[in-house]
């Protein structure tokens, strides 16, 4: 009976340092979907600062988006965007796995865009943006998760994810 009980007794502190080791262990690496969530809150800050060559770096060679533009398309693309645009305003509003394996993934994600001169007082005052809604499909390749392909829509308020317009109520709050 004594060495049963021993037995279970080794058993449960061998399975408790186990549980420790493995937890620790996770916590040192980041997750996909933290990785992830990086990519796109990263993608905010290039847009605003109109850094088209370091969004192109997070694109795979083969990208396309739903009017099949390349990768040498949409550097255009963002180009002409950011010669017409000022004071370019994202924010990252939800987002959404609808895939997560480890080397693919796929997201939804609700985006708050506005530009003008009136950039900060834009953000102090009232919302006058536009809300779209971003599928992204992305593959992992030497450790890195970059985008294969994009497509986005506009969406009424009414549309976007609840916790997106809780996010934008806090950003602006005199939006009805």
Known sequence: MKSCKKFIL???ILLLSLSIIIFNNCGKGKSDEDLILELVESMEKLI????????????????RDMENRSKDDMETVLNQYFEEYSGIVVNILATHFKVLKPAQAEIQTDVSLSHGAAKMFRKIVAYSGQTYRFTISLKKTDQKWKVFYAEWR????????????????KLFPKLR
């Open 10 to 12: 080794l058993n449960q």
């Open 48 to 63: 605003e600062d109109h850094y088209t060559a370091n969004i192109l770096d997070l694109l795979t060679e083969n990208f």
């Open 154 to 169: 506009y969406v009424y308020l009414e549309e976007l994810f609840p916790e997106s317009m809780k996010i934008l109520k």
